[in-house]
């Protein structure tokens, strides 16, 4: 099959994605919802309620949503600037920003104009695509998106534009393959993570780590200390088959607390995007209140503007290694710091959150260190593409 950039581009009506969603009130969701539902385009109307829908929450009756506008058809416009600097498509699957790059956050209010193209396992991917510059594979590395990967993978071969992350090299993501790629870093610490069926878990040493296969954002994973806890975690993910099991590594600064950075390294190169400090071991910034903490989010701006010459410097060898391992031209990190100082590698994927959408007046060290990873995000793009500064 001939990929060719010949989709009537002007059929596309450009729709408010989560992120431009990002200021209205719940109050308003019944006026958007009556909205969306006059839209006389069947698939825009679907596909706008998945938006609203999963702007607040719903995330269940979301992608309820979602499957009727793919029924429809699958590509669809999220954001349309003034002025078209770069046409970019994004290559996804079904699902919402746990299984696709969110990428709306990333372009907001620049130039770039956004198409999304989804693929499934089942339907061919359709002859006539958008035209744009560059294409961003933007599935994440879960099992379900498998079979859709090495799909894209297959269509990557006749596809007529240059693109960003190979599809096999998302696979690189695995909690386990990202492991065992990382082992034998100087100066980088990752702990050893095995994906195990349940019958095969304790024979593992304590402490550990469990969390069920593909699950983010800490759903499900805790400290396991004993076989009695083990068997008692178990009983609770009765529907779960599979896990990803590491050894515990107690990382506390001398405060007692523990520290988070999530980093994106944007053509093999770092960027900063939070820096959390938390009681907790499972460290995220939502339970990390930053927010509510003067004496944290001077540490976190510190940290971020000192960034390039603090922790990046630092760990500059070990930065570059995971960059050259994974393999990605663009991937999110979540790391933090062993108490001898080597760079402790947690995870990567390709769909980490990375925004500015945090309220400038409580942190207002962040638009302007964020906006370096726009720009450099930009840049990537500009490169791959192949377009100069001036234009086309």
Known sequence: MKLEQVFDDDSLITILSTCGLGNRAISDVPVLIAEAAQDRDPGNMFMRMFYILSAFGQDDVALQMQSKALAHRRIYRIANP???????????????????????????????????LFVSAEAAIPAAI??????????????????????????????PRPYINHPLHIFNCARDTA?????????????VTYRVRRDKAAEHAFPLTIRPLDKHRGEGLERINSRDE???????????EEFYISEFVDYRSDDGCYRKSRIVLIDRKPYICHFAISGDWIVHYANAHMESSEAKRAEEAWFMTNFDTDFAARHRDALSAIADRLNLDYVVIDCGETRNGELLFF??????WVHATDAVDIFPYKPLVMQKAFDAFRAMLMKKSGIDAIGR
């Not at 083990?230 to 779960?240: A, F, N, P, S, T």
């Open 179 to 191: 492991s065992r790629l990382l082992q034998d870093v100087p100066g980088l610490y990752t702990p």
């Open 347 to 352: 995870e990567a994927d390709v769909v980490g």
């Open 82 to 116: 003034p002025s078209v600097g770069i046409r970019l498509l994004a290559i996804m699957g079904p699902g919402d920003m746990r299984d696709n790059t969110p990428l709306d956050y990333l372009i907001e209010r620049s130039d770039i104009r956004l198409d999304l």
């Open 130 to 159: 958008p035209g744009h510059d560059v294409a961003f594979i933007a599935l994440s590395a879960a099992q379900k998106n498998k079979p859709i990967l090495h799909k894209i993978a297959a269509a990557l071969e006749q596809w």
């Open 230 to 240: 083990l068997d008692r975690y178990l009983e609770q993910q009765v529907d779960m």
